[in-house]
Each structure stands twice: as C-alpha cells, then as structure tokens.
C-alpha cells in the first residue's frame, strides 16, 4: 500500500466536499475502497477543470489570460504523476489520479480524451451541430463517466456497460450546459450548436440579448430535455453494478438530473439565476435511489441502447 494514499484520499475528501455536494452526497453510498478511489478522480478531474477555466473548486467561471499555457500545465502535470513524480506534497490532486489509475488499471485513453476535451476550450472551440456537441461532452464528461464505471469494477471491456456510463457523463454535462447559459455566455463561452442558433434567429455574439431571449430559453429546455434522455439510458446499465455502486449512481442521477428537470420547467428562469438542488431534494434522491438499486433489475430490465443517441468511439 501506498504510504501516502491516507493523505491523498483526505485531500480528495475535501476537494469533492468544495467542489460537489451532488456528487459527495452520492459518493456517500459507495463501499469504502470504491468511494475512496472515486474521491481521488474526482480531485484530478476537479484541478484540470479549475486550472482550464480558472476557477476554485467550480467556483465563478474567469476569462483565462493564456488557454494553450493551462492545457500544457495540464498536460505537464498528468504524465508526470503517471511517470510516479508527483508527490502528496507537491502536487495532491496530480498523484491520486496515479494511485487510482494503478489500483484500478485505468486505460490512459480515457483521461487523454478529456484533456482533448479542455484542448477543445482552449482552442476556442464551438459546435457547429448537436453532433459535435454530444462529441465535446464526451470528451469532457463521458470519459469521466467510462473511468468511474471501472472505479467501481466495471471491466474495460465491458462495452455495454460502459456506454451506459457515458451516457450518465453526457446527460451530466447537458444538464451543466443547460444550467449555465448565461454564466458561460458572461464568459465568452457558448456550447450550444450554431445551427441551432441559427434556425432560432439568436446572435451567438448577443447570446442573452433581450429580443431573443424567449427563443434561447426555448434551446435551454432543448438541451435540458436532450439530458433527460441520457439519463434514461444510463439508468439501464445499473443492472451491471453492485447494489451500492448502483445506489450511488442513480442517487446521482436523480441529484443532477434534478438539474435539467429544474430547467425544463422553467427555462427562462434558468437564464436569470443560476439552478440548483437543495439539501431535501438531495435526500429525497438518496432515498428514492435505494429502493431503485434494490428494484433494478426489473425497473431496468436489458434493452438495446436508442439507436438514434450518439456512439461514443471504442
């Protein structure tokens, strides 16, 4: 055992505790060692996205001085701790994505698909088509949603199972988009498609301007309901999981699906104030999301995946 995992996993309990309540209230459920290992993805997961976007623990949004320099610090950084440099010292966050990825034999193409997620930001990246869309939420949430079912033992082969905890990532990521319209358009960030912008007759350089705002909270509800569908459909891989990795997970899909629920009921709202769940709401879904584990195999029962939702690539 690794000396220092107890302190790598303490730094990973308090950056998920700073950075997600949804997501600590469900890790909650998760065994020990399966909760623990979540934590320490979580934390690096946690750090390249504050470093990209210049936050602390996904706190307001700031325009970065130089992208291309915080993608290499990034990138700098992960092979390095994979090379066994970084230290519970120097570089916490950096060292427990080694230990989980040795624990659990990580496959290093799934954290280089979300660092081509965070190139995509610096790049100045938009979408042109709800394709490219669903590709850029892969890259910055499916992947994270493939890691984390082999956290919790899913095999990285097991292709199914693994779709299934894409679609999770991506209905996660929807729901985020969906939420934070106006807060990334503040920050000269816009994810949804120009071509849905285009068939709105909405400015992507005037995103929130008032004389189409009723038709950009009509794309929100879009978006919104788009999140839905991959829930629905990450809910079909439960049956695949252990009772309490199946616990957790849909306890955080009905915390963060609470989000685009939220939204599609008022998407107007949703421009004006930022969205979030409250403490009840969450305990609710904990509560609800037990007795959906202990149910799952007949509530979830196998089905082929829609054919018409995006393939993430294998």
């Known amino acids: 055992m690794n000396p220092a995992r107890p302190l790598l996993v303490e730094h990973a309990r308090d950056s998920i505790s700073r950075g997600s309540k949804s997501f600590r209230a469900a890790s909650r459920l998760f065994d020990r060692e399966t909760r623990e290992r979540a934590w320490l993805l979580y934390a690096w997961c946690r750090a390249c996205d504050d470093i990209a976007d210049g936050q602390d623990h996904g706190g307001r949004m700031q325009a970065t001085d130089d992208p291309s320099a915080r993608l290499e610090n990034i990138q700098f950084r992960t092979e390095r701790a994979l090379a066994g440099r970084a230290t519970h010292i120097d570089d916490p966050s950096f060292a427990g994505l080694a230990l989980v990825a040795d624990e659990c034999a990580l496959p290093r193409r799934y954290m280089a698909d979300l660092i081509a997620g965070f190139a995509l930001d610096a790049a100045g990246w938009h979408p042109r088509t709800q394709g490219d869309l669903l590709r850029y939420c892969?890259?910055?949430?499916?992947?994270?949603?493939?890691?984390?079912?082999?956290?919790?033992?899913?095999?990285?082969?097991?292709?199914?199972?693994?779709?299934?905890?894409?679609?999770?990532?991506?209905?996660?990521?929807?729901?985020?988009?969906?939420?934070?319209?106006?807060?990334?358009?503040?920050?000269?960030?816009?994810?949804?498609?120009?071509?849905?912008?285009n068939e709105a007759g909405i400015d992507p350089i005037d995103l929130m301007a008032p004389q189409t705002r009723a038709a950009l909270a009509v794309l929100t509800a879009r978006l919104a309901a788009l999140a839905a569908r991959y829930e629905q459909s990450a809910r079909l891989g439960t049956p695949a999981l252990p009772f309490r990795s199946a616990w957790a997970v849909l306890s955080a899909a009905g915390i963060y699906g609470g989000i685009a629920r939220i939204v599609a009921a008022n998407p107007g709202k949703a421009l004006e104030s930022r969205v979030f769940t409250t403490k009840v709401d969450k305990l609710g879904w904990l509560s609800q999301a037990g007795w959906q584990a202990a149910k799952r195999q007949h509530l979830y029962p196998a089905a082929p995946r829609d054919p018409e939702l995006w393939q993430r690539p294998v």
């Open 138 to 197: 892969y890259h910055v949430a499916g992947a994270v949603g493939c890691m984390m079912a082999i956290v919790m033992g899913v095999r990285s082969d097991d292709e199914a199972t693994l779709t299934r905890a894409c679609d999770l990532g991506l209905a996660f990521q929807l729901a985020n988009i969906a939420r934070d319209v106006a807060e990334d358009a503040a920050a000269g960030r816009c994810y949804l498609p120009a071509d849905w912008l």
